[in-house]
């Protein structure tokens, strides 16, 4: 609900109050009435997640609006006019205002569109249809109505007593003699952990059980609490609730945006009840900030440099209590040799985001090994180290972000001789606010809009910019700008694009300091096993007290997740010593020698001339990209990725329990998992002509298209081949058991889509192949590369001629014979979903695809990271055991050899 004041003029810049020297000022702010109308609705609709766009997607027609609803509400409406008329026609004016603000804007599918006028005196009727109005509107939500056991309503109520008793957090312990929550059976261990996972998805709670030790034992029973404890920090407290406090390290929180560790404790002691023996509460609501993005804790080492004759103490950086320093809407400030880009909002940046931007500036910065510099912080302009040669700065533009990379002499070091900011760190900058944002959208704002772009050259009015991915990307030589004119790439390039050092001395590139790309490419991409890892720690002299705490911090199973928190507490320890030469010697020194040429040539080390040349091989298919398609003539046998070409491990998030992961369950852990080849027969025109009464199978193509899209998405590498005679089937099959990588491959998929009988599959050229011949293809003997690893196999044909007749759009892929049928082979870890029990046809609509298809992806891109594919596979015979062609039904009939459970996790799932 957006309420806003009847009397404001919305078309005049609103005034507001700040804190200043001691004293409240008035000032004018940046936005009409108007536009902080339209701000907090953006922030509605940026902060939404994407989970709403798949509601909305399937919404009742019953609704008016899309989910979340936005109902505006205007207040002091008998303090328009004192006639009652002349009060209704000025609410009438200024709702036809707004009314036309919303066209156009991203958000106006969202708004109600009856606007409420209110007096807030009581008794005004109107406020009373308000609340009818909210009413009706959460009833047509696609949530309502859901069914939740009745301990958790019971666990609610209690949750309610607790705080007007003044419980506003307990541990998980206390949280379980909460009524409710004592009556979960002992039998379900886990949904104690899934109630309050539900209601912190609702807001009703906060609950983080992935977070580390201190947070992940307590639950905040009392958002509103939390808000009050945060805001203690972050905003300006009355001058009164001040007089107690340190005057000094007040003095440092509000000129330098610095938070002393007692400060926190004098400003908490009465809200939050911290005394002595209370530091694991103390320490979690700390935690709680630093996710948010509020507090950055600072790294002693920074301390040491201060003229203070203060020993070093626990202190945090506070973005928000910053002061606004610089005017956002001032020239910007541009140095000389710098590089400089800019990040785009469009017409909205979002309240707070330049906040978390500075906190994550800070850490990254101190991650950098910084030990002589501190950062020059500000509201609208901050300068961080970036490296022992270059900072950066951030400066709020308007609705952009000023990103400038300055050379160290540019602001003091007259002992550099560097004129211009190196472009490997520019990259290297952008690289981390390319990845911070991206992360902040996926947590935080999903639905935010911004680009990377740099200021047009034209200089054509207004100062405008241009996208600066297309000076990067493809291999044009120039760009057009907003008049047509075409600006040379070249000199763009040699600002942002990494290269090596022009040097005498060789080895520059190898002594920089490792950045976080490097640690994630060592963890991830060098294709090092758990004990390889290991083993480099030790050559690396970790202590094993500090890998094993580093482990600890990551909070999952997965070894790659550790191996990034192990390397990084490695570079903070070693500084300017953590280089990627001791990584590389390192490597050398345990025998990893694939692990020390893959990274040699990621960071372009590695010495081309000496390397035979060798054809490259395709990349795996990424979902966003097309996918081969073959004709009859014969596919050419493809490859899998070979090493160093897209099959490089990647880190998948477990929990400590997952059920995805273990002894009981198939390792799927490379990308790409595998082949899935799909065969695609739609043509019949050649059995035909052989007197084979086989029809055309219109709407496979749409199965084909389905099926390409949930595997890619799986992170298989995804070949379709399309109308195969029988002979072209099996030769095509056999070329892909040939092509695998015996270590890198952890499952096979096969669909095929034709007409089929009884243990066997028909070709386009009307000629048949068993079954059992194509899945020995992919036996021990034929494929050892596939040997403990499951082989999948879905096939859409019929298997019999039990036919249906007469039903508009739904043919049957089925022929004429039916005979005795053999359907699995005798081999561990194989998986046959066929479309249909033996003997029977089943269904294809020649417009949309068939039953069993569209059912199985879409219940796979459903299910695959919560279910194994044999629960998957329950799903489908259930859905499909409700379709109906005029009385005619169809079973989908999977047979299996697997050994363990299944989980065909998609790529990024958590």
């Not at 950055?296 to 070093?312: G, I, L, T, Y």
Request: with cysteine.
């Amino acid at each position: 609900m957006v309420v806003f004041d009847l009397c404001a003029d919305l078309n005049k810049p609103v005034k507001v109050e700040v804190f200043h020297n001691d004293k409240v000022q008035s000032r004018f702010h940046d936005f009409t009435g108007l536009g902080f109308l339209d701000f907090w609705m953006q922030s509605i609709y940026a902060f939404t997640s994407a989970s709403h766009e798949q509601q909305n997607e399937s919404m009742p027609t019953q609704q008016d609006q899309l989910s979340p609803p936005i109902l505006i509400v205007g207040t002091h409406k008998k303090s328009l006019a004192k006639i009652p008329a002349v009060q209704d026609e000025m609410v009438r004016q200024i709702f036809l205002t707004i009314g036309k603000s919303l066209e156009g804007k991203c958000y106006s599918k969202h708004v109600v569109r009856e606007f409420f006028a209110v007096e807030n005196s009581t008794g005004d009727k109107r406020i009373t249809e308000l609340q009818h109005k909210i009413t009706a509107i959460v009833e047509k939500e696609p949530y309502m109505g859901e069914e939740i056991p009745l301990r958790w309503l019971k666990f609610e109520e209690s949750v309610k007593e607790a705080i007007q008793q003044g419980t506003n957090c307990l541990t998980i312990g206390e949280v379980q003699k909460l009524g409710g929550a004592k009556d979960i059976p002992a039998s379900s261990p886990d949904e104690l952990k899934t109630m309050l996972q539900f209601y912190h998805d609702l807001g009703v709670i906060l609950y983080h059980p992935l977070a580390k030790s201190a947070l992940r034992d307590l639950v905040i029973l009392n958002p509103r609490w939390l808000i009050d404890v945060f805001r203690s920090v972050i905003t300006v407290l009355d001058h009164r609730e001040r007089r107690a406090i340190d005057g000094d390290a007040w003095a440092r929180l509000e000129n330098e945006g610095v938070l002393e560790d007692s400060l926190i404790t004098s400003m908490w002691r009465k809200l939050v009840g911290i005394g002595d023996d209370s530091g694991k509460k103390k320490s979690a609501l700390l935690e709680l900030m630093e996710k948010y993005d509020l507090l950055v804790k600072q790294d002693s080492s920074c301390q040491k440099n201060e003229a203070s004759s203060k020993p070093p103490t626990v202190c945090y950086y506070v973005p928000s209590r910053l002061q606004v320093t610089t005017d956002r809407n001032a020239d910007p400030v541009i140095s000389e040799g710098s590089n400089v880009f800019y990040i785009n909002f469009f017409s909205f940046l979002p309240g707070g985001i330049v906040c978390r931007l500075m906190a994550r500036a800070l850490e990254w910065s101190q991650r950098q090994g910084d030990a002589v510099h501190s950062p020059a912080l500000g509201r609208v302009s901050s300068t961080f180290y970036a490296d022992d040669q270059h900072q950066f700065r951030l400066q709020v533009i308007s609705k952009h972000i000023m990103v400038s990379v300055v050379p160290e002499e540019i602001v003091g070091d007259a002992s550099s001789t560097r004129t211009t900011a190196n472009p490997n760190t520019t990259a290297k900058v952008k690289d981390f606010l390319e990845e911070s944002l991206a992360d902040i959208k996926k947590t935080w704002a999903p639905r935010i809009q911004y680009t990377f772009c740099i200021a047009c050259p034209c200089a054509s009015g207004d100062q405008h910019y241009i996208d600066l991915d297309k000076f990067l990307t493809d291999d044009s030589r120039s760009v057009q700008c907003c008049r047509g004119r075409l600006i040379a790439k070249g000199p763009v390039k040699q600002k942002f694009c990494p290269r090596q050092e022009v040097s005498t001395n060789p080895a520059i590139p190898e002594m920089e300091t490792v950045s976080d790309k490097d640690i994630s490419e060592v963890a991830n991409k060098a294709r090092l096993e758990y004990e390889d890892l290991d083993n480099l720690y030790v050559e690396l002299e970790i202590e094993s007290s500090d890998v094993n705490n580093a482990k600890r911090v990551a909070n999952t199973l997965d070894f790659k997740i550790q191996a990034t928190k192990v390397l990084e507490h490695w570079r903070k320890t070693n500084g300017s010593k953590a280089t990627r030469k001791a990584i590389l010697n390192a490597l050398q020194e345990c025998d990893l020698i694939e692990a020390k040429e893959i990274l040699e040539e990621k960071w372009g080390l590695k010495d081309d001339d000496d390397e035979p040349q060798i054809a490259a091989t395709p990349k795996a298919i990424e979902p966003s990209e097309p996918v081969r398609r073959y004709d009859d003539t014969g596919p050419p046998d493809q490859p899998l990725p070979a090493a160093g070409a897209g099959t490089e491990e990647v880190p998948v998030y477990e929990a400590p329990n997952d059920p995805r992961r273990g002894d009981n369950c198939y390792n799927l852990c490379h990308t790409p998992r595998g082949m899935c080849c799909i065969i695609d027969n739609m043509n019949f025109q050649l059995a035909r002509n052989q007197n084979r009464q086989l029809s055309d199978r219109g709407g496979s193509d749409k199965d084909s298209e389905e099926l390409s899209k949930t595997f890619s998405n799986l992170g298989f590498v995804v070949d379709v081949a399309i109308d195969l005679g029988a002979a072209d089937m099996v030769r095509y099959l056999r070329g892909k058991a040939d092509a695998h990588d015996r270590k890198k491959v952890d499952c096979f998929v096969c669909c095929i889509l034709t007409h089929g009988g009884l243990g066997k599959l028909y070709g386009v050229d009307g000629e048949t192949v068993e079954i059992l011949e194509v899945t020995a293809i992919f036996k021990g003997v034929g494929c050892p590369a596939l040997i403990g690893k499951p082989k999948l196999f879905f096939i859409q044909a019929c298997r019999g001629s039990d036919r249906q007749v007469g039903v508009p759009n739904v043919e049957e892929d089925a022929p004429e014979e039916i005979r005795q049928e053999k359907t699995l082979p005798n081999e561990a870890d194989f998986l046959l979903g066929y479309a249909t029990v033996p003997g029977y046809v089943s269904y294809r609509d020649t417009r949309r695809g068939s039953w069993y298809i569209r059912t199985l992806t879409d219940m796979i891109n459903k299910y695959s990271a919560s279910l194994h594919i044999l629960d998957i596979l329950t799903r489908v015979n259930d859905d499909i055991s409700e379709k109906n062609a005029r009385g005619y039904k169809q079973i989908p009939a999977p047979v299996f050899t697997l050994r363990k459970s299944l989980f065909l996790s998609t790529l990024g799932d958590h």
